[in-house]
């Protein structure tokens, strides 16, 4: 059983290790591609933040947030693939806060096809988000071993 579950998480988990050495391997010195798609969704993400909440989003440099994005897939990876609720966390934290922004379809009318393919897109992300959440339940609902006590030894006088 430990072997099987092991591969299922190191299944799982080749999702977000190909996606960051992809990312990684395009990054370069102005952020490549990830950059360059992020920064247009990331200003009318905050557009809409500050639109609807009134607060307003901090400046921040787009490849930073790529960075950020980079270290918590890897390192949550990691640390996942050992069966570590930490990693679980980081990978859910980083799909919760990064799978709106980067796949809105809310911003496309339903008539034309970037709205059916980032719809599909985020479905797919919500299905992981979904897993690490049955991950991190299944987890925390498993009894933690208690060593058992030793009966003391009677004292023989």
Do not use: C, W
Request: no cysteine; aromatic share 16%; glycine share 8%.
């Amino acid at each position: 059983m430990g072997f099987t579950t092991f591969v299922g998480r190191l299944l799982f988990v080749s999702v977000f290790v190909i996606s960051a050495y992809q990312e990684f391997n395009e990054f370069g010195v102005d952020g490549g591609p990830a950059t360059k798609a992020l920064r247009p969704k990331f200003h009318v993400f905050s557009k809409h933040v500050t639109t609807y909440s009134g607060f307003e989003v901090p400046k921040v440099e787009i490849k930073y947030l790529v960075i950020g994005a980079l270290v918590m897939k890897g390192l949550g990876s990691l640390l996942f693939v050992f069966g570590s609720s930490l990693g679980a966390y980081l990978l859910l934290l980083q799909q919760a806060v990064l799978a709106p922004i980067l796949y809105d379809f809310y911003n496309y009318d339903v008539d034309k096809k970037e709205f059916a393919q980032l719809f599909v897109k985020f479905t797919q992300n919500l299905a992981l988000i979904g897993a690490l959440l049955f991950f991190i339940g299944m987890k925390n609902s498993m009894p933690r071993r208690v060593p058992k006590k030793k009966a003391p030894k009677p004292k023989t006088n």
